[in-house]
């Protein structure tokens, strides 16, 4: 294992020196955190990973430590999920450069992602994505990527590295991404001749008021997913009061739904929230709202492991339909009700209740639809 002491600085709170700082039913007493050395990840099924960055925004310092606001909200919540084991390894060390802080964070998460662990981190702004996505790159790992955010980075005119980073992501080559989605963008932010060129790339974007009308709709896309980015933009100010992009977006129940979905999966390996402006937060609100999302992250990984493997076929309902002469099989979780359909190719894809449904009534499912044009 590659050491990684260099590239990490340890978790810094108050609280942690104190003995009656927690108590026993809350997360700081159950995580391996990284206070003097790093902690044995032998055990652990998600890792934490603070990064500070801000200058990819156009913010050279802030006054607060973002990752630190989150922990201490996150550290105060109860720990329910006594079969997920949690280690915090704390911060990437900030670099002379942005590029330098982007190679430390690809280096650890490459580390972490060999490891088979999921890595979770708590960022900065959000073109630390790319440096994610680096990181399976040099792994040579074909991924499906999701953004959740109220707007497309694909402003190459902008000087600002988080308005751009999905330009080098999506377009540089060689390209490891088989496949992007987008959910949560905000219509009023978006160029039309933008989601025409993602559509031509048959990518998947979904505009706001379609994930609030449909949310459960998202949960089949973003258990596809390898690697998921969300930026708070995508949150209502309201709701984390850190996000001056927008009064309006997600709720954050709805933020902590797609966080759920997100540790439902099995093919996720790295969870990214950035955007945390901490200087900008409201009586802590935008924090304890980030690491409500964790804890239900949590929640979702838990929930996971109940979920039987796709070829014991006795932990399925299997229905064969046909529609417009194609004969598939749709298979329906006994333990956690999730949907999968059968492809032509014979491999099953992530499907909701729905696609079954349009399947039954001879509809070509729009998923299974999208999916074909891909191949």
Known sequence: MLDLQDFLMPVALPEMDEESGYTDGQFAKHIAIHVQEIPDLSEADIVLLGVREMRGAGIPQVAKDGPAEVRKEFYRLHYWHSDVR??????????????????????????????????????????????????????????????????????????????????????????????????????????????????????????????????????????STNLLSFDISAIRHSDA????????????????????????????????????????????????????????????????????????????????TAFTEVDTIFLQSKKTNRWWMQMPDRRFVSCSYQDYMKASLNEIPERWLRIQERN
């Not at 989601?195 to 790339?201: A, G, S």
């Open 86 to 223: 949690i280690a915090d390894l704390g911060d990437i060390r900030t670099g002379a450069s942005l590029a330098d802080t982007h190679a430390a964070l690809k280096t650890v998460l490459q580390e972490l992602i060999q490891m088979g662990k999921t890595v979770l981190i708590i960022g900065g702004s959000h073109d630390l994505t790319l440096a994610q996505y680096e990181a399976y790159k040099s792994l040579n790992q074909v991924i499906e990527a999701t953004g959740i955010d109220a707007r497309i980075n694909l402003r190459g005119e902008s000087p600002l590295r988080s308005e751009n980073f999905l330009l080098d992501m999506l377009t540089t080559e060689p390209n490891m991404v088989r496949h992007y989605n987008h959910i949560a963008f905000q219509s009023y932010f978006v160029h039309p001749r933008m989601l025409e060129t993602m559509d031509k790339l048959r990518f998947d974007c979904f505009r706001v008021g379609v994930v609030r009308e449909r949310i459960e709709e998202m949960e089949p896309i973003i258990r």
């Open 241 to 320: 009061p850190a996000n001056l992009e927008s009064p309006n977006g997600l709720t954050g129940e709805e933020a902590c739904m797609l966080s759920r979905y997100a540790g439902m999966s099995t093919h996720l390996g790295s969870f990214g929230i950035y955007g945390f402006h901490p200087d900008q937060d409201q009586h802590n609100l935008t924090a304890r709202q980030l690491a409500q999302m964790i804890w239900y992250f949590i929640d979702g990984k838990s929930r996971s492991k109940q979920e039987a493997s796709l070829d014991d076929r006795s932990a399925f309902y299997e229905y064969h």
